[in-house]
């Protein structure tokens, strides 16, 4: 047996809280993506909150994976250099489709954010109108927001301070313990991808150990930040078993409680899943 079917068979229970769904490959070349979501799921993997990230992606991904009740889904715009330049257009386009979604498969606003790696020569003023057209939304909706912080810790923080109704997450979280200080005294999540497995991320895993156990979620990112051993591959939503017996690992705590209060985690921040 191949190492992918044991992991789609021994690891129940498992959530992964972000990955993109329609990015995926199928893992052979005789599968497909649907196939093997389906081996997945028929395994006890728990759920996968598939992430948007463009203005019109919701209507599409609902239609290929709403199928599966163990998926959920959100919607934003990721800070792409031409979503910034064309907000205006392309904010209404995304109110639309969350109008016309299922209000209980549609957990979250984004991801949404700040991207100073990316977007090193843009305008900031209008990055962080964008970040804020999606704050605003989250706390319209009553929903939580997934953000995507990179290389903006204070800037970030100094934008999500201004929204203290909106509850959210920040998802692969690449700062220290200073910054995972100051995200969780505004009350966010953090949540760790499979960097927490790299040799190179030790600052990653002191913010990790620092951060509260009911305070954190654990994701892939997929299709990409593969854990160790499968690094360099495109990541897929079995693999977060990795990210999880590290996780445990570095608490010291068992593998079957850290399944149950990351699920906890989860149904407190994503309080749609409970239905």
């Known amino acids: 047996m ?12 498992l959530i992964d809280t972000h990955a993109h769904l329609s ?5 052979t070349e005789t599968a497909s993506v649907k196939a093997d979501l389906s081996q997945l799921f028929a395994s006890g993997f728990q759920g996968i909150i598939d992430i948007g990230v463009e203005a019109g992606d919701l209507r599409r991904r609902i239609k290929d994976f709403a199928e599966y009740p163990e998926v959920w889904f959100t919607a934003g715009i990721w800070p792409a250099s031409q979503a910034i330049a064309e907000q205006k257009a ?4 995304l109110e639309q ?11 979250a606003i984004g991801e949404c954010g700040l991207d100073r790696h990316h977007n090193k020569t843009a305008d900031i003023g209008r990055e962080r109108e964008l970040f804020e057209l999606q704050l605003n939304l989250a706390k319209q909706l009553n929903l939580p927001i997934i953000v995507h912080s ?22 692969c979280f690449s700062y220290g313990v200073s910054e995972a200080r100051d995200f969780l005294d505004l009350g966010y999540y953090l949540s760790f991808a499979g960097v927490l497995t ?8 002191e913010a990790f150990t620092f951060t509260p156990l009911d305070k954190m979620l ?7 930040l593969a854990p160790t051993p499968f690094r360099g591959k495109p990541a897929h939503p079995y693999m977060i078993a990795e990210t999880y017996k590290r996780a445990a690992a570095l608490r010291a705590v068992n593998l079957e409680a850290l399944k149950e209060q990351i699920a906890q985690n989860v149904r407190t921040l994503f309080t749609a899943m409970r239905a």
């Open 218 to 224: 654990l994701e892939t990112d997929a299709p990409f």
């Open 97 to 107: 489709h969350i109008a016309e979604a299922p209000k209980n498969r549609l957990v």
């Open 150 to 171: 990179r290389e903006a810790p204070q800037e970030t923080r100094a934008v999500l301070a201004n929204y203290p109704e909106v509850q959210g997450v920040i998802h």
């Open 198 to 205: 790299y040799k190179s991320a030790q600052a990653l895993r």
């Open 90 to 93: 392309l904010f209404p386009i």
């Open 23 to 27: 990015m995926l490959k199928p893992i």
């Open 2 to 13: 191949c190492t992918y079917q044991q992991n789609f068979y021994d690891n129940p229970g």
